[in-house]
Every structure is written in C-alpha cells, then in structure tokens.
C-alpha cells in the first residue's frame, strides 16, 4: 500500500460512497438518509473525509461539527473491505485528531453491547476502540428512544483526554446545534451509572437538578 492521503469528499464523491459503501457497511436502522447526510455537509454541520491508496478509496469518516462547536463527532468510520484485517483501521483512528484541526476531542458513540442487536460485534467494536486509544467516559448515551450508546473520546494532539462531563456536555451542545433545543431535549438523553448515592448527587448538582434518592440506575444528565 503506497501512501495514503486524507482529502475532503465533495457531495458527488460523498453520495457514491454513500450508496456504494455505506449501505453495505451499515444496517439500514443505524444509517442516516442520503438527504439528511448531504444536507448537514451543505449547511457546514458535517463533513467526510476519504483515504486513498494512489486514486484508490480504502476508508471513510464522517464526522459531525457543527459550526461552533468545540468537538468533532464521528459518525460513520469504515475500512473497505479489500483493505482491512490488516490494521489499517487502527491507524485511521489513531490519525483522525490530527486532521481535525481546532477540534478539543473527538467524540464516539459505540453501541452499548447490552442492548445491541449482535452484542459480541459491540463488544468487539468497543475492543477496538480502546486499543486505539479511546477512552469510555462511563457515560451511557439513549437516542430517539430506541439505541443505546456508550460515549469515548479520543484526545487531541498533545492533550489529556476530556473530562466526562465536559465531553457528554459538548456532545450534547453538538446535538442542540444540528437539530435544535426541543429536538435534542425530546430524542436525546444521557445517563452516568448510578452505584453510589453521592455520584448520582454530584452529577445532579452539577447539572443543576434536584438530586434523586439512591437506588436508581442511571442519572439523566442535561434534561431538567
């Protein structure tokens, strides 16, 4: 494999990737319409990046960063499947802080294997995730009332990874910022494990809600 380049994908490039390889690569309940993807990169929401062999496309990223946020998203992460088993991925990740200029981290929702459809694949996917780096937050994340995630950062150069609270809060000002206040405050939801009365409290005065009585599992964390 010669050298590989990252460049932007333009909207043609973006939709063959999208009907070529995202459709396969992705179960229709987890893949966003072609529409909504290439409108969120027409209003600056988002962009994807390809990696090329020569003129040849190995991999692809789409990423969600809203104009002034202070996170990059990744969304959608693929090798092609010419290309992988050969730790290619693992390198992608390691290199994706480094093209996201400006960003302070990039967020990654990984299913939670307790509630995914194939939970050995999940448990595989947050496997990899940390042997690249990625660090989980503890934070439990639950979108449009169906899937469950669980919320990791990767930190950008030179820094410590953020902090749990700062990153579930900077995720959840990206959501606010694609789809609006009363959207995220309906269809979005983050949760911190509750094992002690004094988490739970902590996590609640510091989102300035009431505290809940010990005995709950989850904490929700920005809806008050």
Same mark, same amino acid.
């Given at each position: 494999?010669?050298?590989?380049?990252?460049?932007?994908?333009?909207?043609?490039?973006?939709?063959?990737?999208?009907?070529?390889?995202?459709?396969?690569?992705?179960?229709?309940?987890?893949?966003?319409?072609?529409?909504?993807?290439?409108?969120?990169?027409?209003?600056?929401?988002?962009?994807?990046?390809?990696?090329?062999?020569?003129?040849?496309?190995?991999?692809?990223?789409?990423?969600?960063?809203?104009?002034?946020?202070?996170?990059?998203?990744?969304?959608?992460?693929?090798?092609?499947?010419?290309?992988?088993?050969?730790?290619?991925?693992? !390198?992608?990740?390691?290199?994706?802080?480094? !093209?996201?200029?400006?960003?302070?981290?990039?967020?990654?929702?990984?299913?939670?294997?307790?509630?995914?459809?194939?939970?050995?694949?999940?448990?595989?996917?947050?496997?990899?995730?940390?042997?690249?780096?990625?660090?989980?937050?503890?934070?439990?994340?639950?979108?449009?009332?169906?899937?469950?995630?669980?919320?990791?950062?990767?930190?950008?150069?030179?820094?410590?990874?953020?902090?749990?609270?700062?990153?579930?809060?900077?995720?959840?000002?990206?959501?606010?910022?694609?789809?609006?206040?009363?959207?995220?405050?309906?269809?979005?939801?983050?949760?911190?494990?509750?094992?002690?009365?004094?988490?739970?409290?902590?996590?609640?005065?510091?989102?300035?809600?009431?505290?809940?009585?010990?005995?709950?599992?989850?904490?929700?964390?920005?809806?008050?």
């Amino acid at each position: 494999m010669n050298t590989l380049t990252w460049r932007l994908l333009t909207a043609e490039e973006l939709t063959r990737v999208y009907l070529n390889e995202m459709r396969r690569d992705f179960p229709p309940t987890e893949l966003k319409p072609l529409s909504m993807v290439l409108n969120s990169e027409a209003v600056g929401d988002s962009h994807t990046w390809g990696v090329y062999d020569g003129e040849t496309l190995v991999a692809y990223l789409l990423m969600v960063r809203p104009r002034g946020a202070t996170v990059s998203q990744l969304d959608y992460f693929a090798v092609l499947p010419a290309c992988r088993a050969a730790g290619l991925g693992a !390198k992608l990740l390691a290199a994706l802080p480094g !093209k996201e200029a400006g960003a302070d981290a990039i967020l990654i929702e990984a299913e939670l294997p307790e509630k995914a459809d194939d939970p050995a694949m999940a448990v595989r996917r947050l496997g990899f995730y940390a042997r690249c780096g990625a660090v989980d937050t503890g934070w439990t994340e639950k979108l449009f009332g169906a899937s469950w995630f669980r919320v990791l950062t990767l930190a950008a150069p030179g820094q410590q990874p953020m902090g749990a609270e700062d990153a579930c809060r900077a995720l959840a000002d990206c959501y606010r910022r694609v789809i609006g206040e009363p959207k995220w405050r309906q269809y979005i939801e983050l949760y911190r494990p509750d094992a002690l009365s004094r988490t739970q409290n902590r996590a609640a005065a510091l989102c300035g809600v009431p505290p809940h009585p010990p005995g709950r599992r989850f904490l929700t964390l920005y809806h008050h």
